[in-house]
């Protein structure tokens, strides 16, 4: 994706980021915003709502029940529900993200997830980077980073791999899973965490022009 950086003076850099689970995204982007002087934006949903362990218990666990309602089937259900109140809903959670996104990019920063790379698509000096790796390693990574039992952070990436990427599809119709809405896709199995960082950092010294 080439970025169009003409009157890019004065513009925040902003770095959305996707990750396979357990790809590094919370470690790098971390970095990244320290090295960039930005702010870094978490998942809008955490693991553990993912899990249904506090589904509803916050703010965002509320839009995650919407979300899930939304999706149907498994997560939420169409029993009840007509075509037209869901396509409501849908257009309710995509604008309020939307308006949410662009709020947190007009500081700069460090986005996680959040649908970045489609929200942000056309916004300047803005790069979009998709962390990816071995399931093993992302399995571990994760099981160590979390503080949880490899077991726990196995079921996680089955899960979560997959409802992510189920959210994007449903909500703005792209899989976030593939290349072609990225400027920069990072296999942390192969490169550490430092080079990653510096590679992403790099790349947005890039779109300034």
Do not use: C
Request: proline fraction near 4%; glycine fraction near 12%.
């Amino acid at each position: 994706m080439t970025q169009d950086t003409r009157g890019t003076a004065g513009v925040p850099p902003v770095v959305t980021v996707f990750e396979h689970y357990g790809a590094g995204a919370d470690e790098v982007g971390r970095a990244v915003a320290d090295a960039l002087g930005v702010p870094f934006h978490a998942q809008a949903f955490t693991s553990e709502q993912l899990e249904g362990g506090d589904a509803s218990a916050t703010e965002q666990g509320a839009v995650l029940a919407q979300v899930y309602g939304v999706l149907g089937g498994a997560y939420g259900g169409l029993e009840g529900r007509d075509v037209a109140t869901t396509q409501r809903q849908k257009y309710d959670l995509v604008i309020a993200n939307n308006l949410a996104v662009w709020e947190l990019a007009d500081r700069g920063g460090v986005i996680v997830g959040r649908n970045g790379a489609v929200v942000l698509a056309e916004r300047p000096r803005t790069l979009h980077v998709l962390l990816t790796g071995d399931v093993e390693d992302r399995v571990d990574r994760a099981a160590r980073t979390a503080g949880v039992p490899r077991e726990r952070a196995a079921a996680r990436q089955r899960v979560e791999d997959r409802v992510r990427a189920e959210m994007s599809l449903a909500l703005y119709g792209w899989d976030p899973r593939l290349p072609d809405r990225y400027d920069l896709v990072v296999n942390t199995s192969r490169i550490p965490v430092d080079r990653a960082v510096a590679t992403v950092v790099h790349a947005v010294e890039g779109t300034a022009g």
